[in-house]
T-cell receptor, first 114, second 114 residues
Framework: NAGVTQTPKFQVLKTGQSMTLQCAQDMNHEYMSWYRQDPGMGLRLIHYSVGAGITDQGEVPNGYNVSRSTTEDFPLRLLSAAPSQTSVYFC?????????????FGPGTRLLVL | AQKITQTQPGMFVQEKEAVTLDCTYDTSDPSYGLFWYKQPSSGEMIFLIYQGSYDQQNATEGRYSLNFQKARKSANLVISASQLGDSAMYFCAMRENRDDKIIFGKGTRLHILP
């Protein structure tokens, strides 16, 4: 099992550009989520999904879109990148819906918006 | 309102001493779970321990234990016999079962001194 994979590992964007951060898991997990990590702010939840076709907003959803067409994939889209979106982005998955299901994290994507 | 509070931005502890990392939480959901994660300087997120709101006993995993005080809404992580490799960021997180969101605190940076 590859676990949770994220691509790319590092990306530089110019303000206003769009891009998609890819996330995939091969553990047949229902629950997937996206976080951003900034110094001193911990991990903040952007969007999450409890199953294919179902998504919901987290703590900081503005500027980001998600979709969940399959159980395996949960891409995060930046429609018009801003310098404030410079961050490290983590994707995570878990069995979900039950107590005791820990999240498995991907290695992260470092995004720099100029 | 912040739901997970970690009041210690940083801690310095002598090797082999026990360490307590504080975490308080706020929820009205009677069913929830509490997690601790470790993030070393390499950046990956490592699951340490889990406590369910209905668990009668405090969770333990090797040198890690969770001091769960439900009435106080606290879930402190205790690391016994600290090691140099324990130097890392530590995050407390909570999932409210009504919406499956998993929210993180801002973290505590632990430094173990030789």
């Amino acid at each position: 099992n590859a676990g949770v994979t994220q691509t790319p590992k590092f990306q530089v964007l110019k303000t206003g550009q769009s891009m998609t951060l890819q996330c995939a898991q091969d553990m047949n997990h229902e629950y997937m989520s996206w976080y951003r990590q900034d110094p001193g702010m911990g991990l903040r939840l952007i969007h999450y999904s409890v199953g294919a076709g179902i998504t919901d907003q987290g703590e900081v959803p503005n500027g980001y879109n998600v979709s969940r067409s399959t159980t395996e994939d949960f891409p995060l889209r930046l429609l018009s990148a801003a310098p404030s979106q410079t961050s490290v982005y983590f994707c995570a998955s878990s069995g979900g819906g039950q107590q005791g299901e820990t999240q498995y994290f991907g290695p992260g994507t470092r995004l720099l918006v100029l | 309102a912040q739901k997970i509070t970690q009041t210690q931005p940083g801690m310095f502890v002598q090797e082999k001493e026990a360490v307590t990392l504080d975490c308080t939480y706020d929820t009205s959901d009677p069913s929830y779970g509490l997690f601790w994660y470790k993030q070393p300087s390499s950046g990956e997120m490592i699951f340490l321990i889990y406590q369910g709101s209905y668990d009668q006993q405090n969770a333990t995993e090797g040198r890690y234990s969770l001091n769960f005080q439900k009435a106080r809404k606290s879930a402190n992580l205790v690391i016994s016999a600290s090691q140099l490799g324990d130097s890392a960021m530590y995050f407390c997180a909570m999932r409210e079962n009504r919406d499956d969101k998993i929210i993180f605190g801002k973290g505590t940076r632990l430094h173990i001194l030789p």
